[in-house]
């Protein structure tokens, strides 16, 4: 599976992003996809994915501002990213969990820089 992550860049505080990442390969469904993030000096940590179930899961911090979305036929997820604080300044990740394989797949990160 490669996965190819997009729509990074420069935003201001209390401004919006949208993030998208497009799969291809032996891709199962949305299920197991996700987004995480890498902050500068701290460990890589999920911002939101979605489980085995089709449950969506997402990080304290970025409820109520960051949304998920899942398109099975374009075997796309986007993030979008609203109310974006300093502190959401990292490398984003797209992720893929086959849980078939039990195989991880990642993207290559996108910078998202939120400064004024």
């Known amino acids: 599976v490669q996965l190819q992550a997009s729509g990074g860049g420069l935003v201001q505080p209390g401004g919006s992003l949208r993030l998208s990442c497009v799969a291809s390969?032996?891709?199962?469904?949305?299920?197991?996809m996700g987004w995480y993030r890498q902050r500068p000096g701290n460990p890589r940590e999920v911002v939101a994915r979605y489980t085995k179930a089709g449950t969506i899961f997402s990080r304290d911090s970025v409820k109520g501002r960051f949304t998920i979305s899942g398109d099975n036929d374009k075997k796309s997820l986007d993030l979008q990213m609203t109310n974006v604080l300093p502190e959401d300044t990292a490398v984003y990740y797209c992720?893929?969990?086959?849980?078939?394989?039990?195989?991880?797949?990642w993207g290559r990160g996108t910078q998202v820089t939120v400064s004024s």
């Open positions: 992720n893929y969990y086959d849980y078939h394989e039990n195989q991880d797949y």
């Open positions: 390969g032996s891709f199962f469904g949305i299920n197991g």
